[in-house]
Structures are given as C-alpha cells and as structure tokens.
C-alpha cells in the first residue's frame, strides 16, 4: 500500500526508524533542555518546589486554566539564564512551530525552508 512511498524515503536518505543508542553517547538531541532526566538532584528539587503549589497540572492552556506565578518566574528565570529580556515557555516543539508561524507569518509573506525543517514547522507553514 505504501511501497512507492517508503522506497522514495529510502532512495532520498529520509527514511527513519527508532534506534537504540549506546548509553555512553552523549545526548545533544533530545528535548530534555533542563537535563532532568539525568541530573536526579535538579529534578527532586523541581518536584519539590512544585509540590508547594496547590494547582499547576496543565488542565488546559494558561488562556483557558490560567497563567500562574510558577509560569511567570519559570519564563523570567529562563529568560535571564540565556540572556533574554522576556521569555515563552510552550508545551512542545510543535507548539513551538505552530506558535512562531502564526505570530509571525502573514498572508502574502513568502516563507522558505526545506525538506529538513521539522514536520510542526511544515504543518504551520499550510
């Protein structure tokens, strides 16, 4: 049903599978930014500095569930640790990518990017 598909993925170097990588690696590519899922230490101290907030479980969007004192001092601390005046935290890369084309982009604007941009970027893009 797909053959024609996975043989040009394959014929253009594009085709991906999940591998299995040796634990020694260094991990550059993830989206674990703050490292919580190796620096055990960090990641107790955030659980339990956000286990003194009653409400921060994300119900909804902060429009919708509302925008909390954690959030602000999350994206002034983030902010300030890489250099910024202001900061936007987001739930994922795709969030990311939908977020930066809607705000940015217009009708009638000429967007370029190439058969490697992420998916979301794409998807945005339409």
């Known amino acids: 049903m797909y053959e024609n598909e996975l043989k040009a993925l394959h014929k253009s170097g ?3 599978q999940r591998k299995r ?37 994300p119900k909804a969007s902060m429009l919708v569930n509302g925008y909390h004192p954690i959030h602000q001092q999350f994206e002034e601390t983030m902010a300030a640790l890489n250099g910024f005046e202001k900061g ?7 969030l990311a990518n939908l977020s930066l084309v ?3 982009v217009r009708k009638g604007d000429i967007l370029f990017m ?13």
Do not use: C, P, W
């Open 14 to 16: 594009r085709f991906r």
């Open 21 to 57: 990588y040796d634990e020694k690696l260094i991990d550059l590519a993830s989206n674990d930014y703050l490292g919580l899922a190796e620096k055990h230490k960090q990641f107790k101290k955030a659980v339990k500095f956000v286990e003194n907030y009653k409400t921060i479980a």
């Open 88 to 94: 936007l935290i987001v739930g994922s890369g795709f």
């Open 102 to 104: 809607e705000a940015l």
């Open 114 to 126: 190439d058969e490697e941009y992420h998916a979301s970027g794409v998807m945005a893009s339409q």
